[in-house]
Protein backbone atom coordinates (compact mmCIF):
# COMPACT_ATOMS: atom_id res chain seq x y z
CA UNK A 1 0.00 0.00 0.00
CA UNK A 2 2.94 2.90 1.13
CA UNK A 3 4.06 1.58 -2.58
CA UNK A 4 1.12 2.57 -3.90
CA UNK A 5 0.58 6.09 -2.02
CA UNK A 6 4.10 6.65 -2.89
CA UNK A 7 3.66 6.50 -6.95
CA UNK A 8 0.13 8.24 -6.59
CA UNK A 9 1.78 11.23 -4.83
CA UNK A 10 5.33 11.02 -7.23
CA UNK A 11 2.83 10.78 -10.28
CA UNK A 12 -0.41 12.56 -9.51
CA UNK A 13 2.01 14.72 -8.44
CA UNK A 14 2.20 15.99 -5.88
CA UNK A 15 -0.14 18.44 -6.58
CA UNK A 16 0.79 21.03 -4.08
CA UNK A 17 0.71 24.56 -5.51
CA UNK A 18 -1.67 27.76 -5.26
CA UNK A 19 -4.22 30.20 -6.16
CA UNK A 20 -2.56 33.46 -5.65
CA UNK A 21 -2.93 37.32 -6.39
CA UNK A 22 -0.66 40.28 -6.24
CA UNK A 23 -1.31 43.58 -4.20
CA UNK A 24 -0.39 46.99 -3.94
CA UNK A 25 2.78 48.70 -3.97
CA UNK A 26 3.25 50.88 -0.51
CA UNK A 27 6.29 53.16 0.59
CA UNK A 28 8.27 51.47 -2.13
CA UNK A 29 7.71 48.05 -0.30
CA UNK A 30 6.01 45.19 -2.85
CA UNK A 31 3.13 43.07 -1.34
CA UNK A 32 1.58 39.86 -2.67
CA UNK A 33 -0.96 37.47 -0.73
CA UNK A 34 0.01 33.60 -0.99
CA UNK A 35 -2.42 30.63 -0.77
CA UNK A 36 -2.63 31.18 2.99
CA UNK A 37 -4.28 34.58 2.49
CA UNK A 38 -1.26 35.81 4.54
CA UNK A 39 0.73 39.09 2.63
CA UNK A 40 4.57 38.51 2.07
CA UNK A 41 6.09 42.12 1.95
CA UNK A 42 9.10 42.65 -0.44
CA UNK A 43 11.16 45.73 -0.10
CA UNK A 44 13.74 44.08 -3.23
CA UNK A 45 13.18 41.97 -5.89
CA UNK A 46 14.75 38.51 -4.56
CA UNK A 47 18.17 37.76 -5.46
CA UNK A 48 18.65 34.21 -3.62
CA UNK A 49 15.37 31.95 -4.38
CA UNK A 50 14.86 28.33 -2.45
CA UNK A 51 11.73 26.87 -4.60
CA UNK A 52 10.71 23.05 -3.32
CA UNK A 53 8.37 22.70 -6.09
CA UNK A 54 9.09 21.37 -9.15
CA UNK A 55 6.28 23.50 -11.08
CA UNK A 56 7.24 27.01 -9.05
CA UNK A 57 10.86 25.60 -10.42
CA UNK A 58 9.48 25.50 -14.12
CA UNK A 59 7.90 28.92 -14.17
CA UNK A 60 10.57 30.62 -12.62
CA UNK A 61 13.02 29.13 -15.56
CA UNK A 62 9.87 30.60 -17.67
CA UNK A 63 10.21 33.69 -16.71
CA UNK A 64 13.67 34.08 -17.01
CA UNK A 65 14.82 33.95 -13.15
CA UNK A 66 16.63 30.47 -13.39
CA UNK A 67 20.02 32.30 -12.09
CA UNK A 68 18.16 33.58 -8.66
CA UNK A 69 17.83 29.90 -7.49
CA UNK A 70 20.08 29.00 -5.18
CA UNK A 71 18.62 25.33 -4.40
CA UNK A 72 15.78 23.24 -5.38
CA UNK A 73 13.83 20.30 -4.25
CA UNK A 74 15.38 16.70 -5.52
CA UNK A 75 12.35 16.47 -7.61
CA UNK A 76 13.12 19.57 -9.64
CA UNK A 77 14.27 18.20 -12.85
CA UNK A 78 13.15 20.80 -15.66
CA UNK A 79 14.81 22.51 -17.57
CA UNK A 80 17.99 20.49 -17.83
CA UNK A 81 19.77 23.39 -16.31
CA UNK A 82 18.33 22.04 -12.97
CA UNK A 83 20.64 19.48 -12.75
CA UNK A 84 23.51 22.37 -11.82
CA UNK A 85 21.12 23.93 -8.86
CA UNK A 86 21.22 22.36 -5.21
CA UNK A 87 19.05 19.88 -4.18
CA UNK A 88 17.25 20.24 -1.19
CA UNK A 89 14.88 17.33 0.27
CA UNK A 90 11.16 17.87 0.36
CA UNK A 91 7.86 16.71 2.35
CA UNK A 92 8.52 14.93 5.08
CA UNK A 93 12.30 15.13 5.04
CA UNK A 94 12.38 18.47 4.42
CA UNK A 95 15.44 20.57 6.42
CA UNK A 96 14.33 23.61 7.77
CA UNK A 97 18.09 23.98 8.78
CA UNK A 98 19.41 23.67 5.51
CA UNK A 99 17.32 26.25 3.98
CA UNK A 100 17.80 28.77 6.62
CA UNK A 101 22.06 28.24 6.30
CA UNK A 102 21.02 29.48 2.57
CA UNK A 103 19.89 32.95 3.62
CA UNK A 104 17.46 32.85 0.92
CA UNK A 105 15.30 36.08 0.21
CA UNK A 106 12.47 33.70 -0.64
CA UNK A 107 11.73 30.19 -0.10
CA UNK A 108 8.59 29.26 -2.21
CA UNK A 109 6.89 25.68 -0.81
CA UNK A 110 4.40 24.10 -1.90
CA UNK A 111 0.64 23.88 0.52
CA UNK A 112 1.81 20.08 1.14
CA UNK A 113 5.70 20.24 0.85
CA UNK A 114 5.40 21.49 4.74
CA UNK A 115 3.93 21.60 7.69
CA UNK A 116 2.51 24.90 9.68
CA UNK A 117 5.11 24.95 12.25
CA UNK A 118 8.28 24.40 9.25
CA UNK A 119 6.67 27.60 7.56
CA UNK A 120 6.62 29.44 11.24
CA UNK A 121 10.16 28.37 11.66
CA UNK A 122 11.26 29.41 8.55
CA UNK A 123 9.61 33.10 8.75
CA UNK A 124 10.96 33.22 12.75
CA UNK A 125 14.53 32.71 11.27
CA UNK A 126 13.57 35.42 9.01
CA UNK A 127 12.76 33.88 6.12
CA UNK A 128 10.32 34.96 4.10
CA UNK A 129 7.74 32.17 2.37
CA UNK A 130 5.43 32.16 -0.08
CA UNK A 131 3.03 29.16 -0.01
CA UNK A 132 1.56 28.10 -3.38
CA UNK A 133 -1.64 25.79 -4.32
CA UNK A 134 -3.48 25.88 -7.64
CA UNK A 135 -6.04 22.67 -8.31
CA UNK A 136 -6.82 24.37 -12.16
CA UNK A 137 -5.43 26.34 -14.69
CA UNK A 138 -6.68 29.86 -13.46
CA UNK A 139 -4.98 28.98 -10.30
CA UNK A 140 -2.27 28.20 -12.24
CA UNK A 141 -3.02 31.59 -14.13
CA UNK A 142 -2.44 33.26 -10.59
CA UNK A 143 0.76 31.34 -9.58
CA UNK A 144 2.77 32.02 -12.86
CA UNK A 145 1.34 36.48 -12.43
CA UNK A 146 2.31 36.21 -8.83
CA UNK A 147 6.16 35.38 -9.38
CA UNK A 148 6.17 37.71 -12.01
CA UNK A 149 5.39 40.24 -10.19
CA UNK A 150 7.37 39.32 -7.27
CA UNK A 151 10.36 38.99 -9.41
CA UNK A 152 9.47 42.56 -11.39
CA UNK A 153 8.94 40.21 -14.66
CA UNK A 154 5.21 41.29 -14.68
CA UNK A 155 5.24 41.48 -18.74
CA UNK A 156 6.94 38.36 -19.34
CA UNK A 157 4.35 36.81 -16.72
CA UNK A 158 1.05 38.01 -18.71
CA UNK A 159 2.78 36.63 -22.18
CA UNK A 160 3.22 33.45 -20.63
CA UNK A 161 -0.16 33.70 -19.37
CA UNK A 162 -1.83 34.65 -22.57
CA UNK A 163 0.21 32.24 -24.85
CA UNK A 164 -1.67 29.37 -23.08
CA UNK A 165 -4.75 30.53 -23.13
CA UNK A 166 -4.41 31.51 -26.82
CA UNK A 167 -2.59 27.99 -27.39
CA UNK A 168 -5.62 26.31 -25.55
CA UNK A 169 -7.91 27.69 -28.08
CA UNK A 170 -6.16 26.89 -31.03
CA UNK A 171 -6.19 23.32 -29.42
CA UNK A 172 -10.22 23.11 -28.96
CA UNK A 173 -10.97 24.83 -32.75
CA UNK A 174 -8.34 21.64 -34.20
CA UNK A 175 -10.24 18.87 -32.03
CA UNK A 176 -13.96 20.76 -32.65
CA UNK A 177 -15.00 18.43 -35.30
CA UNK A 178 -12.65 15.29 -34.46
CA UNK A 179 -14.69 12.16 -32.87
CA UNK A 180 -15.34 12.35 -29.23
CA UNK A 181 -12.64 9.67 -28.28
CA UNK A 182 -13.19 7.75 -24.72
CA UNK A 183 -10.10 7.94 -22.64
CA UNK A 184 -8.81 6.07 -19.42
CA UNK A 185 -5.93 7.22 -17.67
CA UNK A 186 -3.91 4.94 -15.37
CA UNK A 187 -2.06 6.35 -12.48
CA UNK A 188 -0.89 3.21 -10.91
CA UNK A 189 -0.76 -0.14 -12.74
CA UNK A 190 -2.81 -3.24 -12.04
CA UNK A 191 -0.23 -4.50 -10.23
CA UNK A 192 -0.37 -2.37 -7.32
CA UNK A 193 -4.17 -1.49 -7.56
CA UNK A 194 -5.27 0.47 -10.57
CA UNK A 195 -5.59 4.25 -9.50
CA UNK A 196 -7.16 7.06 -11.71
CA UNK A 197 -8.18 10.42 -12.32
CA UNK A 198 -11.09 12.36 -12.36
CA UNK A 199 -12.53 15.82 -11.69
CA UNK A 200 -10.38 18.87 -10.45
CA UNK A 201 -7.49 17.15 -11.43
CA UNK A 202 -5.19 18.88 -14.20
CA UNK A 203 -5.40 16.01 -16.40
CA UNK A 204 -9.29 15.82 -16.37
CA UNK A 205 -9.14 19.61 -17.72
CA UNK A 206 -6.77 18.93 -20.00
CA UNK A 207 -8.59 15.89 -21.46
CA UNK A 208 -11.60 18.03 -22.06
CA UNK A 209 -9.67 20.79 -23.61
CA UNK A 210 -8.79 18.42 -26.68
CA UNK A 211 -12.10 17.13 -26.64
CA UNK A 212 -12.06 13.65 -25.34
CA UNK A 213 -14.21 12.29 -22.82
CA UNK A 214 -12.36 10.59 -19.35
CA UNK A 215 -14.21 7.22 -18.56
CA UNK A 216 -14.25 7.92 -14.92
CA UNK A 217 -14.99 11.84 -15.12
CA UNK A 218 -17.63 10.83 -12.43
CA UNK A 219 -14.86 10.29 -10.03
CA UNK A 220 -13.38 12.95 -7.54
CA UNK A 221 -9.79 13.83 -8.04
CA UNK A 222 -7.27 11.01 -7.37
CA UNK A 223 -8.74 7.71 -6.45
CA UNK A 224 -8.62 3.81 -6.50
CA UNK A 225 -11.09 1.91 -9.70
CA UNK A 226 -11.12 -1.43 -10.01
CA UNK A 227 -10.17 -3.81 -13.65
CA UNK A 228 -13.87 -4.29 -13.43
CA UNK A 229 -15.02 -0.85 -14.20
CA UNK A 230 -12.29 -0.15 -17.08
CA UNK A 231 -13.17 -3.30 -18.91
CA UNK A 232 -16.85 -2.47 -18.73
CA UNK A 233 -16.40 1.55 -19.62
CA UNK A 234 -14.35 0.35 -22.67
CA UNK A 235 -12.04 3.35 -23.59
CA UNK A 236 -10.57 3.47 -26.85
CA UNK A 237 -7.28 5.25 -25.70
CA UNK A 238 -5.48 4.39 -22.56
CA UNK A 239 -2.65 6.80 -21.48
CA UNK A 240 -0.62 5.50 -18.43
CA UNK A 241 1.48 7.61 -16.72
CA UNK A 242 3.53 4.97 -14.58
CA UNK A 243 6.02 5.74 -12.93
CA UNK A 244 9.63 3.27 -13.25
CA UNK A 245 9.63 3.39 -9.49
CA UNK A 246 6.63 0.75 -10.17
CA UNK A 247 9.75 -1.39 -11.51
CA UNK A 248 7.91 -2.26 -14.42
CA UNK A 249 10.02 -1.57 -17.22
CA UNK A 250 7.18 -1.27 -20.44
CA UNK A 251 4.45 0.07 -18.94
CA UNK A 252 2.74 -0.02 -22.56
CA UNK A 253 3.58 -3.55 -22.90
CA UNK A 254 2.09 -4.36 -19.72
CA UNK A 255 -0.86 -3.30 -20.35
CA UNK A 256 -1.70 -4.77 -23.83
CA UNK A 257 -0.31 -8.24 -22.56
CA UNK A 258 -3.34 -8.12 -19.46
CA UNK A 259 -5.32 -11.18 -20.63
CA UNK A 260 -9.08 -9.86 -19.25
CA UNK A 261 -8.01 -6.79 -21.03
CA UNK A 262 -7.69 -7.99 -24.81
CA UNK A 263 -11.14 -7.04 -26.01
CA UNK A 264 -11.08 -3.45 -24.85
CA UNK A 265 -10.81 -1.36 -28.05
CA UNK A 266 -7.38 0.56 -26.82
CA UNK A 267 -5.53 -2.91 -26.52
CA UNK A 268 -7.45 -4.28 -29.48
CA UNK A 269 -6.48 -1.19 -31.34
CA UNK A 270 -2.79 -0.72 -29.61
CA UNK A 271 -3.80 2.64 -28.77
CA UNK A 272 -2.00 2.71 -25.38
CA UNK A 273 0.38 5.60 -24.82
CA UNK A 274 3.19 6.51 -22.41
CA UNK A 275 2.44 9.89 -20.88
CA UNK A 276 5.12 13.03 -19.49
CA UNK A 277 3.75 12.35 -15.91
CA UNK A 278 5.81 15.57 -14.66
CA UNK A 279 4.49 17.55 -17.82
CA UNK A 280 0.86 16.81 -17.44
CA UNK A 281 1.07 17.01 -13.86
CA UNK A 282 2.89 20.45 -12.76
CA UNK A 283 0.41 23.36 -12.98
CA UNK A 284 3.06 25.71 -15.09
CA UNK A 285 3.56 26.74 -18.81
CA UNK A 286 4.05 23.18 -19.95
CA UNK A 287 1.02 22.50 -19.52
CA UNK A 288 -0.02 23.63 -22.92
CA UNK A 289 3.19 21.00 -24.49
CA UNK A 290 0.50 18.56 -22.16
CA UNK A 291 -2.35 19.45 -24.13
CA UNK A 292 -0.50 19.15 -27.49
CA UNK A 293 0.96 15.59 -26.84
CA UNK A 294 -2.76 14.93 -25.55
CA UNK A 295 -4.14 15.29 -29.32
CA UNK A 296 -1.17 13.43 -30.80
CA UNK A 297 -1.81 10.05 -27.86
CA UNK A 298 -5.67 10.13 -28.62
CA UNK A 299 -6.42 10.89 -32.04
CA UNK A 300 -2.89 10.18 -33.41
CA UNK A 301 -1.43 13.50 -34.55
Not at 126 to 135: D, F, L, P, W
Not at 145 to 166: P, Q, R
Request: with cysteine.
Amino acid sequence: MKKVLFVFIAIAIILTFSSCGSQQNTNESLVVIDSRGTEVTFDKTPEKIVSLMPSNTEILFALDCGDKLIAVSDYCNYPQETSDIPKLPSGEQLSIESIISLSPDVAIIGNMAAMADQVNQLEQAGVKVIITEANNLTDTYGIIEMLGTVMGKEKEAENIVKDMKNGFEKIKKEVENKDSQKVYVEVSPLEYGLWSCGENTFIQELINIVGAKNIFDDIEGWAAVSEEQVIARNPDVILTTSSPLTGIEDPVGEILSRENWSQIEAVKNSKVVMLDSDMISRPGPRLLDAANELVKAIYGE
